[in-house]
């Protein structure tokens, strides 16, 4: 009887759930995450233009300004392939959202401190490609476009690849621009230069096989860089 009794009275070891303070934090969650989703879409209006509501170039050049970079910098760049923007020059409201919202930047300032982050993100080596496709083709302005001019392929090679392979690229580009046979780059042509810097050893190329699905321009590269040897 007293054992009974004793199992009876003896207190819950389980603390019993407290569903108002479950409540308060969803609460105070949800307003926090709602009122950084409302500043971001206020600095998005801050430099888009109405109507349609989308940041255009000069608010770009704005941006690029109160972030303290050139509208040339890579890291504009980067900030468009963060948001998958896919006309260049123009944001909209759901690109900048995807991006901003990733980076936790509701405030310019926030932005600009995240844009080191944001580099050595593009920089990690499951991204590098991405990134260098998606450059390619943040250039193509015009529908159905295929081919870059290699005057712009030119300075997207020097903004996108410099900085990682150097001697690589100034002499792609110095060939780029005293070659006659090749006024436009193709997609296949220019995923072609990224492989050719990340596979290949420069200046001996002891190990490239013109045998190997290699873009035709990248072969003739090549022979010119031979040729030229003293």
Request: with cysteine; hydrophobic share 40%.
């Amino acid at each position: 009887m007293s054992g009974s009794s004793s199992k009876k009275d003896a207190p819950n070891s389980k603390r019993p759930f407290n569903s108002g303070a479950m409540d308060r934090f969803l609460a105070a969650a949800h307003k926090k995450l709602s009122s950084e989703a409302e500043r971001i879409d206020q600095l998005f209006y801050s430099y888009a233009i109405t109507p349609p509501w989308v940041i255009q170039p000069q608010g770009i050049d704005t941006l690029c300004s109160d972030l303290g970079i050139h509208h040339t910098d890579v890291r504009i760049l980067m900030l468009a392939w963060k948001m998958q923007a896919e006309k260049q020059g123009y944001f909209t409201l759901d690109e900048w959202r995807r991006a901003l919202t990733a980076l936790r930047a509701d405030t310019i300032i926030k932005l600009k401190a995240a844009l080191p982050e944001l580099e050595r993100e593009v920089r990690r080596s499951s991204n590098r490609a991405n990134f260098y496709s998606y450059a390619f083709k943040y250039n193509l302005t015009e529908e159905k476009q295929k081919f870059i001019d290699t005057e712009t392929v030119c300075a997207l090679l020097n903004l996108v690849l410099r900085s990682e392979f150097l001697p690589q690229v100034d002499a792609l580009i110095h060939y780029l621009k005293i070659q006659t046979d090749y006024r436009v780059i193709n997609m296949d042509q220019w995923m072609g230069f990224y492989r050719f810097c990340n596979e290949i050893n420069f200046p001996e190329l002891d190990n490239y096989d013109s045998d190997q699905a290699w873009p035709l321009i990248v072969d003739d590269f090549v022979d010119w860089i031979r040729s030229h040897r003293g």
